[in-house]
């Protein structure tokens, strides 16, 4: 599986219509046939700031990603709204698929 999360800061008159603007995108991208997941996220800590975790079957797949018209579209259209150049990890974690369950956090009753 090829892991990815990427920090995006977005600018000032952004923040509040982001996730429409990347919606085209998001929506594309969780519909190729090699994803596993896409999913945004909002700091806690920096309101301008989200965060994508996405993960791809293998490298083909990742691979097809970065080299869609809809990657193209969605880099170019982040890159007029965003205020600094996101960050990355990406790396690959041989033998897995997807999440895993926690073992330290279970559900309990009172």
Do not use: C
């Amino acid at each position: 599986m090829i892991y990815i999360t990427v920090k995006f800061t977005a600018r000032p008159e952004h923040v509040d219509n982001w996730l429409e603007l990347v919606d085209d995108f998001t929506k594309a991208t969780r519909s190729e046939p090699g994803n596993i997941f896409f999913e945004w996220s909002r700091s806690v800590d920096d309101p301008h700031q989200f965060v994508l975790v996405e993960a791809f079957r293998d490298t083909e797949a990742a691979t097809a990603h970065v080299n869609s018209l809809h990657f193209a579209r969605g880099t170019e259209a982040m890159s007029y709204a965003v205020a600094t150049i996101p960050q990355i990890v990406s790396t690959e974690i041989p033998g897995q698929d997807g999440w895993s369950e926690m073992g330290e956090v279970r559900p309990r009753t009172h």
